[in-house]
């Protein structure tokens, strides 16, 4: 089962005082709009559901690996008829997620990964507010994938679960590479997790893939599992 980590595309917003003397927009007010080059670009950002899975609201996203990435990209959102989408959308043929279709994906996040206001005033859901990056900002991120796989003949489900977290202020980078292609982060002489997308560490990893043969905890941070050490 190929190792998956999904990002989330933006929008939403309007009023509320928040922190630090910021005035925000909040989703309920219907001022901000999904951005210039998404599918429903010039559209106001809602609660609830969107077509594509998005709760931004709640937090959260439950839909397909392909829909996660469609909207962002100009596609509509998929709905499960490969001719019939095909037929009217042949571009999605050849984009990278389309394999992954069938991939049905749970997302949550905190507030540091992507808000649910907008507080810095450029029309957007704010991403690590208040710091420079994400580095620091105590954002974290969770996946819960799963795919259909064959096993003798049979269909069988595969899943992973993945816990990512934003890398502390005084984490270091260093080797070895990781399961996810990139190095190792280090916190305190202790490995934090598997480094991913540069400023993350997936801090735990639990794959069941019958096809394969996996089983269970493939990684678990020697500084926690969960999330609380993290935050600024």
Not at 61 to 76: E, K, R, S, V
Request: proline fraction near 5%; charge should be negative; hydrophobic fraction near 40%.
């Amino acid at each position: 089962m190929k190792k998956l980590a999904l990002v989330a595309v933006l929008i939403a917003v309007c009023s509320v005082a928040a922190s630090a003397g910021n005035v925000c927009t909040t989703i309920q007010s219907g001022l901000l709009l999904y951005q210039p080059g998404h599918y429903l670009a010039g559209q106001p950002i809602t609660t609830g559901v969107n077509p594509y899975g998005y709760n931004y609201q709640a937090h959260a996203y439950n839909g397909g690996y392909f829909n996660a990435y469609a909207g962002g990209d100009g596609l509509p959102p998929y709905n499960g008829d490969d001719a019939a989408y095909l037929a009217v959308t042949p571009a999605a043929a050849s984009h990278w997620a389309w394999p992954y279709r069938n991939v049905d994906v749970a997302m949550k996040w905190n507030d540091a990964w992507i808000s649910n206001r907008d507080c810095d005033g450029d029309g957007k859901l704010d991403r690590h507010f208040g710091f420079a990056t994400y580095t620091g900002s105590g954002a974290w991120l969770t996946n819960h994938n799963s795919s259909p796989v064959t096993v003798g003949g049979n269909e069988q489900h595969a899943s992973e679960f993945i816990k990512i977290v934003a890398n502390p202020v005084n984490s270091y980078i260093a080797a070895p590479v990781s399961y996810f292609g990139e190095d190792t982060v280090y916190l305190n002489g202790k490995v934090l997790g598997d480094q991913i997308w540069g400023e993350f560490a997936v801090i735990q990893y639990v794959l069941n893939d019958p096809s394969t043969g996996d089983h269970g905890l493939r990684l678990k941070s020697q500084i926690a599992a969960g999330f609380g050490k993290f935050q600024p």
